[in-house]
């Protein structure tokens, strides 16, 4: 409880410090520039706040930083600036005294200011805790890799007053380079030292062993916490929730819930119109090309798995003489004979895929996320890899992380198929729509021409 309530502080001064950074730019600027802070930019100035915190809300902005490197934080300080920046605009644009200039300034001031004001909090609670020296000593009990990885971050934590000791092994035969001890050696420093916490990471090998140093540690006063095994499973975004007091953990979710699926669906929504748009000259041309090179209708439409494993069709321009949807689809090899005269210059440039920006409109596909597979395939691989069908927690997308990666083409060895995997389910804990436009933009300059896609 008092960890939590720590972080509640820390949360709180952060928010302050956020709203002192907005406010104080705003005041540097206009003053610097000469200009009177009128009752139009005290309107920018509450909606900057207020953009600021919805946005913090969407990317847990606020969630403890226990363990996240002041570089990490800034970074994410950056992301939340420019995100709320961007949403910003609209408002701004009929107020004629503030032109892009100033913005720029206003938001470069806000990102110095804000940075400061992180950096201001970590000195705070490091000097504090020194001065009061009320660091709360810590050891963590543990055989894997998860322990190792804890007490680093609780290393890092030390600006809040974490005072990690040491990282002890069930194990007898421990690797004395990364751990202090023995857990028998971590029972004789808690009985001997001032140790105000204990973190014990479980696996089903130690158990016992747990369940008896838990015993002994019922018997102190050393507030414990429990890492459970199943945290070491990395399928999908997880986290710590309650229901009316009863600890739940959810572990195979997505960040893609809740507003954040209106959020993504308005991003597909604008940028599959735009793109339409943009490139309807071009729909137009190729269909023509089809027609006069080969005989057959211009669009393919494959059942293919979408959100949920749900059955979807999907549109592509047809690049093949055969249309195989069937429970047995071979995948397009180097110089594959089925291709028609422009088929494999349409699928090396990825220009056979450009109809389905029709799906993503129909709101059946995305712009970003995994892409989908011939339900043959799915068929055949979610018996081969581990996860396979976690990819289907989302929509499916026309590009994505395995694509702007390399990973895309023929998938003629289980490897191959499994880096794909890997990243996709990887862009499903990571998700944000930073990381969409991310994605996008490189998919613009790496991701479309591939040697490997036939």
């Known amino acids: ?74 970074i994410a300080c950056l992301k939340n600036v420019l995100m709320s920046s961007c949403l910003l605009l609209p408002f701004v644009w009929f107020y004629s005294d503030i032109n892009i200039a100033l913005l720029i300034q206003y938001f470069c001031s806000v990102l110095f200011l804000m940075g400061i004001m992180r950096v201001f909090v ?14 709360r000593n810590i050891i963590v009990i543990g055989d894997s890799s998860k322990a190792l990885k804890l007490f680093n971050d609780l290393k890092k934590s030390e600006w809040i007053g974490f005072n990690p000791l040491g990282v002890f092994s069930f194990n007898s035969n421990y690797n004395t380079a990364d751990y202090n001890g023995t ?51 990395d399928f999908l975004y997880s986290r710590v929730e309650d229901i009316n007091g009863t600890p739940i953990i959810p572990i195979i979710d997505t960040r893609i819930k809740g507003i954040n699926i209106l959020l993504k669906r308005i991003e597909d929504i604008c940028f599959s119109l735009v793109i339409l748009l943009l490139i309807s000259p071009i729909l137009i041309g190729i269909s023509i090309a089809i027609k006069l090179t080969s005989e057959g209708p211009v669009f393919f439409k494959q059942t293919r798995y979408g959100l949920n494993g749900k059955p979807i069709l999907v549109y592509k321009f047809r690049s093949m003489n055969v249309m195989e949807n069937g429970t047995k689809v071979t995948q397009a090899i180097k110089n594959d004979p089925r291709l028609t005269p422009i088929g494999g210059f349409l699928r090396r440039t990825s220009l056979d895929e450009l109809p389905q920006f029709f799906n993503v409109l129909l709101g059946s596909m995305s712009v970003v996320g995994p892409r989908p597979h011939a339900a043959a395939h799915n068929e055949e691989y979610r018996k081969l890899i581990t996860g396979y069908m976690l990819r289907h927690k989302v929509k499916p997308g026309i590009t994505g992380l395995a694509q702007i990666r390399g990973w895309r083409g023929e998938t003629d060895t289980l490897d191959k198929m499994e880096k794909r995997v890997e990243c996709d389910l990887e862009y499903i804990r990571t998700w944000s729509l930073l990381l969409d436009i991310k994605i996008i933009f490189l998919t613009v300059f790496k991701g479309f021409i591939n040697k490997a896609a036939y």
């Open 1 to 74: 409880m008092a960890s939590r309530l720590n972080a509640s502080y820390v949360s709180i001064l952060q928010r302050s410090c956020d709203i002192f950074a907005i406010y104080g730019a705003l005041y540097i600027v206009f003053n610097l520039n000469s200009i009177e802070i009128t009752h139009q930019a005290m309107l920018v100035f509450l909606c900057m706040v207020s953009l600021f915190q919805l946005i913090g809300g969407l990317t847990d902005f606020y969630r403890s930083w226990r363990g996240i490197s002041l570089f990490n934080e800034l």
């Open 122 to 135: 970590r000195l705070i609670y490091a000097i504090s805790f020194k001065i009061f020296k009320k660091s």
């Open 183 to 233: 857990a028998d050696d971590a029972v004789e420093i808690i009985q001997n030292q001032d140790i105000n916490q204990v973190y014990i990471v479980t696996t089903q090998q130690n158990i016992e062993q747990v369940d008896n140093l838990l015993k002994f540690l019922s018997d102190t006063t050393c507030s414990t916490v429990i890492v459970p095994e199943l945290f070491s499973y």
